[in-house]
């Protein structure tokens, strides 16, 4: 080989470095994730005051299903950019959403940059609720057997022709948002959240709220607090005011009902758990009170809410078995004599609901799982659900 073309190969080779280097730095500074979840069960629900029960093979008995891409690009001094792009589906049918009219993206589609002075994302992220109250629930995510999100967060049950309106408005997740994450502190993890209302004329029409996480051995707790004005993930109202709960006190006599609905929901929330080893305890309050629509219902009636929740986990196995009991009232005070045809006015609605189950991890992304779950809101037939189902993430 000539001495020219032995410095050939040697600057050749050396490029190749080079761009090798250069490609694994950039692989390591980068990443994109698939993740995911898919959960399925069969079994029979009714609700308390339901018809009748029915069998179904349904989506996300323990988890809602979702699918989505997030990834993070180091880009230096401690700065991280970070994006997250995530759908909820359902398995049984293949149809895309939480329900018909959900958006493509309604878990997550944000954007966001975080180092030292924490983390803050523009778009849609998780609502000051979300947390919390997965967090201090036995059964997590499960918005179709865990009591809690049953009565906070899940239209289900019916009385006098209305479904049951979640106690806990605006969804688990906000649009058009800023949220801000602020550095551990303390064994502290405070989150600050604002959903801008994007109405012409209506500045004030806005969502907020915060929420804070500790957790220091066996012992957790959390707390939140949000005001809700705007719908998620889409809000219909373009101009004026919004219907974020409605609540319809009845006369028992007659039948006659008059709907109350609300303007803006302000919910407290303080919840904790222990762990004992052997078990698991876990305890929640929320308190939410209404700004109801129109000068004079506003003026002549109070309406609020309540939910207590209790709940255990007990190590049995390779799996857990689960056990949550919640209790809501929801009570509007005022005269409701006139607007429903004198004595015999129904005001307050009280629901229980239990839930027991067992969740049992053939490995460390998937598990199978059984619940039954008893249902009862005030004068309304009792309602049992079960189910049998499997979850795997990805």
Do not use: C
């Not at 692989?27 to 029915?54: P, R």
């Not at 891409?69 to 759908?87: D, Y």
């Not at 002075?117 to 997590?140: E, H, K």
């Amino acid at each position: 080989m000539s001495k020219k073309l032995a410095v050939h190969h040697v600057v050749a080779s050396a490029l190749v470095l080079a761009a090798s280097a250069f490609s694994l730095n950039a692989l390591a500074q980068s990443s994109v994730q698939f993740v995911g979840t898919v959960d399925a069960f069969a079994g029979s629900l009714k609700n308390s005051g339901d018809a009748g029960s029915k069998s179904v093979v349904n989506s996300s008995g323990m988890e809602t299903s979702w699918w989505g891409v997030k990834g993070t690009e180091n880009l230096g001094g401690g700065l991280q950019a970070q994006f997250a792009l995530s759908s909820f589906f359902r398995p049984d049918t293949g149809a895309q959403g939480r329900f018909d009219s959900d958006t493509m993206f309604s878990r997550d589609a944000h954007v966001g940059l975080s180092g030292s002075f924490g983390r803050v994302s523009v778009g849609r992220d998780l609502a000051p609720n979300f947390i919390p109250t997965l967090t201090f629930s036995p059964f997590g995510g499960s918005f179709a057997f865990s009591p809690l999100e049953l009565h906070t967060q899940t239209p289900s049950g019916s009385y006098r022709g209305q479904v049951w309106s979640p106690t806990v408005a605006g969804d688990t997740g906000w649009s058009n948002e800023i949220m801000y994450v602020m550095p551990k502190l303390g064994g502290f993890t405070t989150s600050l959240f604002f959903q801008f209302g994007e109405q012409a004329g209506k500045p004030g029409k806005n969502n907020y709220g915060a929420n804070t996480m500790y957790e220091q051995g066996p012992l957790s707790f959390g707390a939140y607090f949000q005001s809700v004005k705007v719908n998620n993930p889409l809000d219909s109202v373009t101009s004026g005011d919004s219907r974020v709960f409605t609540f319809t006190p009845y006369n028992q006599a007659t039948g006659a009902t008059y709907t109350l609905a609300a303007s803006r929901n302000d919910t407290w929330f303080v919840g904790g758990a222990y762990d004992l080893q052997f078990m698991k305890l876990f305890g929640t309050l929320n308190y939410s009170t209404n700004r109801l629509i129109g000068i004079a219902n506003d003026s002549q009636y109070d309406l609020k809410s309540n939910t207590v929740q209790l709940g255990t986990s007990v190590p049995v196995g390779k799996g857990s078995v689960l056990f949550s009991w919640a209790r809501t009232n929801v009570k509007a005070d005022g005269d409701f004599s006139a607007v429903l045809g004198g004595a015999g006015g129904k005001s307050s609605i009280i629901r229980n609901t239990a839930s027991l189950g067992y969740d049992y991890f053939l490995s460390k992304r998937t598990d199978v799982y059984s619940v039954v779950s008893y249902d009862k809101l005030t004068d309304q037939s009792t309602g049992i659900s079960l189910g049998v189902g499997i979850r795997q993430r990805f």
